[in-house]
């Protein structure tokens, strides 16, 4: 049978390498795209994905065991819920994993899982790549954001044996996050602008609507790259 709901969730190994960014443009994608999803924030410093989407988003304290298991209900309710990790994350969710069984209820609860690990060109930000693989394995389905607002030279990780047990073993895909100017994004979180309200916000100036509008119409040619991870099986 296929797969009719799915979790994606949004990490990297440390904080500001820009995965609450990489989350707010997933949930712009979905609701230009009309795809019905649940957001969960999981940062308790900056949760970005809830400030900027409070109306489809919830929070969750990780320091209260079995607060994770929101994200389990909700799967009665929401066929794809999309997952802001903080940062290093990864060992507090595997443990709920193993403590809730889920990587063995994945059939009946016909359950797809998807990692995208957001990396800059730092070579620190590919250990909880690493980890990730080996705690979920072929479990689940993953995806490397590399965020060129951060540098484009990715050497370190593109020439690293983890790129290629990654994209072999793992058969991982790849995307890049474009760059938006800093002005631009400084005018959006001063003033808490979503990007699908950017587009006609009367304190932003055209230019910075136009950048927002480029950058979204890039992020989405990305997106449509790794579609299949990012919702629920189609046709399902």
């Known amino acids: 049978m296929s797969n009719t709901k799915r979790i994606v969730f949004i990490t990297g190994d440390k904080g500001g390498v820009g995965k609450s960014f990489v989350a707010r443009a997933l949930a ?3 609701l230009d795209k009309k795809i019905p999803f649940h957001g969960y924030d999981i940062d308790p410093v900056n949760p970005n994905l809830h400030q900027f989407y409070p109306q489809c988003t919830s929070t969750i304290n990780l320091e209260k065991h079995g607060e994770l298991d929101l994200v389990h209900d909700d799967l009665g309710k ?16 595997a443990h709920w994993f193993n403590e809730m069984r889920i990587f063995k209820q994945l059939p009946d609860l016909r359950l797809s899982l998807t990692f995208a690990f957001v990396i800059t060109p ?9 980890d990730a693989l080996e ?4 479990e689940a389905s993953f995806f490397v954001v590399k965020n060129y607002a951060k540098g484009e030279d990715f050497s370190i990780y593109e020439e690293s044996n983890l790129r290629k047990r990654f994209l ?3 058969h991982g895909k790849e995307i890049t996050m474009p760059q938006l100017l800093e002005r631009t994004v400084v005018h959006l979180d001063s003033l808490d602008i979503a990007f699908g309200d950017a587009m006609y916000h009367p304190e932003l100036t055209m230019s910075d609507r136009s950048r927002v509008f480029g950058f979204l119409d890039e992020m989405y040619e990305q997106f449509e790259i790794v579609r299949p991870w990012l919702i629920p099986e189609e046709g399902a």
């Open 168 to 170: 072999a073993e793992f």
């Open 135 to 138: 705690r979920f394995g072929h």
């Open 78 to 93: 929401h066929s794809l819920l999309l997952v802001d990790c903080a940062a290093r994350s990864i060992t507090e969710i």
């Open 28 to 30: 712009q994608y979905y």
């Open 122 to 130: 730092d070579k620190s930000c590919t250990v909880i790549m690493k």
